[in-house]
C-alpha cells in the first residue's frame, strides 16, 4: 500500500481574498511559513519515500519545509497543480460571488467550466492519474504530496466514491495533512484536514 499524505500550502496574502489559482509571485506570509513549519514537524517521525509538488511557488515553499526534515528534494508534478481558473485567476472572492458562474459551482459544480479554463473533472482526472503514476514509483511507504485545497477535495471525492457535486462538503484548511492509502485492493481514508497539534506550531 501507499500511504498518500496530502499538504495542502500554507497561508499567503491572498488566501481567503483572492483566488490566486496558477499565479505567479504568490508566496508564503510569516503564518504560511509557520504553518509549513508546524507540518514538518508532524510529519517529521514519518519515514517518507518521496516528496512531491504542485509547481506553484507556495507549494513548493510549503513542501521545502518538509522535505528539509526529510533529508529529501522536491519533485515537482503539473499533475498536482492548482485548478486551472482561467480569466478567474487574480479576482477578489467578492467580485466573483456575484456572478452567476459562482451560482452554478456552488450547486452544480460539476457541470461548470471556468472561463478559459478547465473543468473540476478535468482537474480530479488529472490529480488522480498524478497520484497513480507516483504509487506505481513508489508501490509501498508512504509519500508526500503538496497541493492546494480543490486539488485534495477533488482527490478525497475520487477516493471516497463521493460525486464532484458534492465535493465542496469536505473541509481542507492551509497546511492541514490529508492521509489516504491505496492500494491494488481499493483505497482508504484514514484522515482528512488534521492540523498540528498546537504544541507544534509553538
Same mark, same amino acid.
Given at each position: 500500500?501507499?500511504?498518500?499524505?496530502?499538504i495542502r500550502h500554507g497561508l499567503t496574502a491572498?488566501?481567503?481574498?483572492?483566488?490566486?489559482?496558477?499565479?505567479?509571485?504568490?508566496?508564503?506570509?510569516?503564518?504560511?511559513?509557520?504553518?509549513?513549519?508546524?507540518?514538518?514537524?508532524?510529519?517529521?517521525?514519518?519515514?517518507?519515500? $518521496?516528496?512531491?509538488?504542485?509547481?506553484? /511557488?507556495?507549494?513548493? #515553499? *510549503?513542501?521545502?519545509?518538509?522535505? %528539509?526534515?526529510?533529508? !529529501?528534494?522536491?519533485?515537482?508534478?503539473?499533475?498536482?497543480?492548482?485548478?486551472?481558473?482561467?480569466?478567474?485567476?487574480?479576482?477578489?472572492?467578492?467580485?466573483?460571488?456575484?456572478?452567476?458562474?459562482?451560482?452554478?459551482?456552488?450547486?452544480?459544480?460539476? $457541470?461548470?467550466?471556468?472561463?478559459?479554463? /478547465?473543468?473540476?473533472? #478535468? *482537474?480530479?482526472?488529472?490529480?488522480? %492519474?498524478?497520484?497513480? !503514476?507516483?504509487?506505481?514509483?513508489?508501490?509501498?511507504?508512504?509519500?508526500?504530496?503538496?497541493?492546494?485545497?480543490?486539488?485534495?477535495?477533488?482527490?478525497?471525492?475520487?477516493?471516497?466514491?463521493?460525486?464532484?457535486?458534492?465535493?465542496?462538503?469536505?473541509?481542507?484548511?492551509?497546511?492541514?495533512?490529508?492521509?489516504?492509502?491505496?492500494?491494488?485492493?481499493?483505497?482508504?481514508?484514514?484522515?482528512?484536514?488534521?492540523?498540528?497539534?498546537?504544541?507544534?506550531?509553538?
Open positions: 500500500m501507499t500511504t498518500f499524505y496530502l491572498h488566501t481567503g481574498h483572492k483566488l490566486t489559482g496558477w499565479a505567479s509571485g504568490v508566496h508564503l506570509s510569516e503564518e504560511g511559513q509557520d504553518q509549513a513549519a508546524a507540518a514538518a514537524d508532524h510529519l517529521a517521525k514519518i519515514k517518507m519515500r $518521496a516528496i512531491y509538488s504542485s509547481p506553484i /511557488e507556495r507549494t513548493v #515553499e *510549503t513542501a521545502g519545509f518538509i522535505a %528539509s526534515r526529510q533529508g !529529501l528534494k522536491v519533485k515537482i508534478r503539473a499533475g498536482l497543480g492548482e485548478v486551472h481558473y482561467g480569466s478567474w485567476t487574480g479576482r477578489s472572492f467578492k467580485t466573483l460571488t456575484k456572478t452567476k458562474l459562482w451560482e452554478q459551482i456552488q450547486s452544480f459544480p460539476s $457541470a461548470a467550466r471556468f472561463p478559459e479554463g /478547465e473543468t473540476l473533472r #478535468e *482537474t480530479q482526472n488529472r490529480a488522480v %492519474s498524478a497520484l497513480e !503514476l507516483i504509487r506505481s514509483d513508489h508501490p509501498k511507504g508512504a509519500v508526500c504530496c503538496v497541493t492546494h485545497a480543490d486539488v485534495i477535495r477533488l482527490v478525497v471525492a475520487h477516493y471516497l466514491g463521493v460525486h464532484i457535486d458534492l465535493f465542496q462538503r469536505i473541509v481542507v484548511d492551509p497546511a492541514s495533512i490529508t492521509v489516504i492509502g491505496v492500494s491494488d485492493h481499493g483505497p482508504r481514508v484514514f484522515n482528512v484536514n488534521q492540523l498540528p497539534a498546537p504544541s507544534e506550531k509553538a
